[in-house]
């Protein structure tokens, strides 16, 4: 008589592919987020109260070179990439389409948006500029497609120097805007209510535009967490 043969163990399963459904939200959300992004950069501009630190460097940088502030931000988001390298950060989808689409929106809304001219023009567009971001940056962040290349910068320094990725954005943002204002940059009161506001508008959006989590996970792309998004406190 034969012994009884231990059951087969059962194949291992694979993550289920992300619904159609899902997927295209998420992609909505990634490039809506990342257009908007650009459009409130450059109603940021148009105030003339003071701009985000990473457009203060860039730009100061189309000050120097003649370039459009878009192309200029498409330059230093492509440089910033590079640095991913050596710190062993992988890019998504998200990361990429962050470098082009962010900067092309950005000068699209510039040839859109006269100059304003007198207070009661330039404030709202400074608050309605700091505002969209927020939601902007909610989109994105929520589609999980990535971090942009400069907060994947601080992430990727957090872990190689093992200092708090405060520190690591607190060090690297004064140093940009340092730059940017010396080569002609605009810093002002927009500087301060942006540092001071985006943290929480953007926790409130991330919130509003939360992506439910995929049952099995998700074949489709490699995908960052919106837990891990570096936000200002």
Request: glycine residues 16%.
């Amino acid at each position: 008589m034969s012994e009884p043969q231990p059951p087969s163990a059962a194949p291992p399963q694979s993550p289920r592919p992300e619904r159609g459904g899902r997927l295209v939200r998420r992609l909505f959300q990634l490039y809506a987020g990342l257009a908007l992004y650009g459009v409130s950069s450059a109603l940021l501009v148009r105030a003339g109260l003071g701009l985000e630190p990473w457009n203060v460097l860039h730009q100061g940088l189309a000050e120097l070179t003649g370039l459009t502030i878009g192309v200029v931000s498409i330059i230093v988001g492509a440089v910033v990439l590079l640095l991913w390298i050596p710190l062993r950060q992988r890019p998504g989808l998200g990361t990429v389409s962050n470098v082009f689409v962010v900067g092309l929106a950005m000068d699209g809304a510039l040839a859109c948006v006269p100059d304003a001219h007198g207070l009661g023009v330039r404030i709202p567009l400074l608050l309605g500029g700091i505002v969209l971001n927020g939601a902007a940056t909610g989109l994105y962040i929520a589609a999980a497609f990535g971090p942009g290349p400069r907060d994947g910068l601080m992430t990727g320094l957090h872990r190689r120097t093992g200092r708090s990725i405060r520190l690591m954005r607190t060090a690297v943002e004064i140093a940009v805007v340092v730059t940017g204002f010396a080569l002609g940059g605009t810093i002002g009161v927009g500087t301060l209510l942006y540092a001071v506001g985006i943290g929480p508008l953007a926790q409130l959006f991330l919130k509003v535009f939360a992506v439910p989590a995929a049952p099995g996970g998700s074949t489709v792309v490699a995908t960052g967490s919106p837990r891990g998004a570096i936000l200002r406190p």
